[in-house]
């Protein structure tokens, strides 16, 4: 059984950090593409980044975002510096097209 399950989320100032883990179950993350997406309040579903063999990345949040995964845990993770308040949002990773995790919450507020 497929499974991804987020983690990590919560409130945080801005300017700081948080990282966002996703345990993987039923399959092996190296074998996949994986994907980081978030839905922000009132807006669609955006695609953050990818890790394969190499990490990518939207451009709007270069430099800010890192993604990374540990294959012996089998987890995705997701390192988030300089939060903005706009970064606040649902953060969900996703298995190649298909299947993807509940969401966790991020909220950056003073």
């Known amino acids: 059984q497929v499974q991804l399950v987020e983690s990590g989320g919560g409130l945080v100032q801005p300017g700081g950090s948080l990282r966002l883990s996703c345990e993987c179950s039923?399959?092996?993350?190296?074998?996949?593409?994986m994907h980081w997406y978030r839905q922000l309040p009132g807006k669609g579903l955006e695609w953050i980044g990818q890790?394969?063999?190499?990490?990518m990345y939207s451009d709007s949040l270069k430099g800010r975002f890192t993604i990374y995964r540990d294959d012996v845990k089998n987890t995705l993770y997701l390192q988030m510096d300089n939060l903005k308040p706009e970064d606040t949002g649902i953060y969900y990773c996703?298995?190649?097209?298909?299947?993807r995790g509940q969401g966790t919450q991020v909220t950056v507020s003073s």
């Open positions: 890790i394969g063999s190499v990490p």
């Open positions: 039923g399959f092996i993350i190296r074998e996949y593409y």
């Open positions: 996703q298995r190649a097209h298909t299947d």
